[in-house]
């Protein structure tokens, strides 16, 4: 497939019969840079039912960004950290930045935080220290705690138990199997799945879909990447998450209407989506374009 090919988005699914929400993706990442585009990726979303998104950063010039976005369309909400990949020499001012951003009114989670163990660009102690700090934070500020968990399963865990888990906390793209999914479902934990489930190869993937109760259970695109079967290596954005939610369905033995309508309430209770403030008029759609602004 040409990389030409591979950017280009796929036509739009089928509509769910249900509304839901996309509880993690990446706006900026898609291509967005302001309001305009915003609005336009959440128009084609809301086509296909997929009526609201939250939008997470990974470093801090993407956390002013999401901010900025959650303030340009009312569908959209964001979460704030510094993604374990990017922490092998953060200052304490940059700490101080997420967590001042992190206090804003429309930033529904801390994240995403974690462990990252399959890539080599932050080592073990930095990661695990940032991670601790992000879990005191959302504690702090008494908002969910989201998770990137790659190859870290147990230290994860681990360090969950340990500093003591904050009142939610949601396994973004979740990667394990059903023991781990019984272990994160009987802590409380809500578990996020993204394209993956969609791959046939992903056997242990969907056994954990299956055994994860239906109050727990969130569906995302992780976009622009991990785009579903059968578009995979596709331009992925928020209105692709239907395929996802289709197979989930199909997995659990449900219709898909009654799982998009549950992932969609699950997301809103934990986000306190019904909560947010409304979009601030002083922060317009154009405004401030570029992510580093």
């Known amino acids: 497939m040409s990389g030409a090919a591979r950017r280009e988005r796929p036509e739009p699914p089928a509509p769910l019969g249900a509304p839901t929400v996309d509880a993690h993706t990446h706006l900026d990442a898609c291509g967005c840079v302001d309001g305009a585009d915003v609005t336009a990726v959440m128009d084609r979303a809301a086509a296909v039912g997929v009526t609201r998104a939250v939008t997470i950063a990974d470093d801090l010039d993407s956390a002013r960004w999401v901010v900025r976005a959650a303030h340009w369309d009312e569908r959209v909400a964001a979460a704030v950290a510094l993604h374990p990949t990017r922490t092998a020499a953060v200052t304490d001012g940059e700490f101080a930045e997420i967590e001042r951003l992190a206090g804003d009114p429309r930033v529904v989670a801390v994240g995403e935080t974690g462990l990252d163990y399959h890539w080599d660009h932050s080592p073990p102690p930095a990661q695990q220290a940032s991670f601790r700090w992000h879990i005191d934070l959302a504690k702090r500020l008494g908002k969910p705690l989201m998770i990137h968990d790659r190859d870290a399963h147990e230290d994860v865990l681990e360090i969950l138990r340990d500093e003591g888990a904050p009142g939610s906390v949601v396994f973004h793209c979740f990667s394990g199997d059903a023991a781990m999914a019984r272990e994160c479902s009987d802590a409380g934990y809500l578990l996020s799945f993204a394209g993956p489930v969609t791959f046939k190869s992903s056997h242990a993937l969907r056994e954990a879909a299956v055994v994860v109760p239906e109050g727990q259970l969130l569906v995302e695109t992780d976009a622009p990447f991990l785009t579903p079967h ?64």
């Open 230 to 293: 059968p578009y995979r290596g596709r331009a992925n954005e928020p209105y692709c998450l239907p395929w996802t939610v289709r197979v989930l369905a199909a997995l659990r033995g449900v219709s898909d209407e009654r799982l998009a309508e549950s992932a969609g309430r699950n997301a809103e209770r934990v986000f306190r989506l019904a909560e947010l403030p409304p979009i601030t008029p002083t922060i317009r759609p154009g405004a401030a374009g570029s992510r580093s602004a």
